[in-house]
């Protein structure tokens, strides 16, 4: 878990560094979305550290459909 | 990433050929053969002749209108909220998608080389690269596509080349003992990953430059014909060398390479091999990220797309390390719900759009005769 925190913490230190003095020249509509893109990567950020499978029923019948001799 | 870039239609095909046989010329044959058995290669003829309906589909919207991308045109035939609608499924599967390049190859390294190292520690050293590519621009991605496709291309032909002694074509038949099912599973499965990723090209065509808009359909129709021979000689190594395990081992072509053993002079190689083939994947994400960053700049209306560079990135990471974390999960997604999720996601929004602008070009021809 230590070592994912600090991956974590790194990256992020790293990005920020970089955009932020970019973000500074960008147009207020550009900074909103970049706003917007942290709450995902906070989610999973903290979904790392501490919707696929709902098509997968239909996916499996068109296998079978398919190949009915696959179990 | 500016909107003065332009590039070849010799470098975009190039770039269609590195994105089909990146990644799969290394998964793919293992699943393919595991399914289909010996018949495996119809699978892919079966495949590719569906990607060769969805490659003309996105050539055809290109010619329609060809300084528009996929979202312009959508916009534009569609109007704005009905393009949201169609393609912010398609933009969160392809965050997954560029995420799921690097889950199967921090899996490889986990597999054959780096066995001790966390997988993490190897997604963030990936998308670091990955990152600073598309940071580079769509210019500088062509450019790097013909030097480091001559060297994934050379190593393939070496391999297949340097394992000669150990074909056995017996091994081949018979064809289908199972009937036509196993094939057309396997084609399923062909079909969801590489053939139907290729409509995402639709993003970036509109890079290619004026001059070279007539050459476009013919080098990109080349591109998809030599991928479909390599992936089919692959297939062939494949089971011709490894035999009924061919299904089993999975990265064949990695395998083979293990195998080599040439006059006590050349053998385990395959650290070296295994490099090169990480090329694929790694240029495949690349590719892929900047067509993420293209399709968001364009509908969330950005001026410059490379602030989101880093972010975008970081998501990718994070998605590659929480989903699909265990390696059967992976394999039945792959198997069975990709290209599902492919078909909803990718190719509906594709074809929507084809309809409609046959639809309307088809009403314009009527009105005009009328007039």
Known sequence: ?71 | MNKQEQISSIQMSMLLLFFMTGSSIVIVPAPLTNLGGNGAWISLLIAAAMGTLLLASILYLYRKNPELSLIGQSRALMGNTLTLILLLPLTCVMFWNVAGIVIEIGTFFKNTMLKETPTYAVNTMFFVTIALTALAGIEVIARMAAVLLALMFAFIILIWILVGSLYHPEYILPIMPDGIGPILNAAYVVYGFPYSELVVFAVILPFVRKKDKTKLGKHMYAALIVNTLTLILSVFSSIMVLGPLSGDLKYSLYQLARLIYFQELIERIESVIGFSLIIGFYFKASILLVILMKLLKELLKLDDERYLVFPVSFICLLLSVTTYTKEAELEELVNTSWPLINNITYVLPVLLILIVTVIRSQFGKGKKQEI
């Open chain 1, 1 to 71: 878990m230590l070592g994912k925190l600090i991956c974590v913490l790194l990256l992020s230190a790293g990005m920020l560094i970089y955009d932020i003095p970019r973000l500074k020249k960008s147009s207020s509509h550009d900074r909103i979305v970049y706003g917007i893109m942290m709450l995902p990567l906070l989610y999973l950020a903290f979904v790392f550290i501490a919707i696929f499978n709902l098509l997968s029923k239909p996916a499996e019948q068109i296998v079978h459909w398919l190949n009915p001799q696959q179990s």
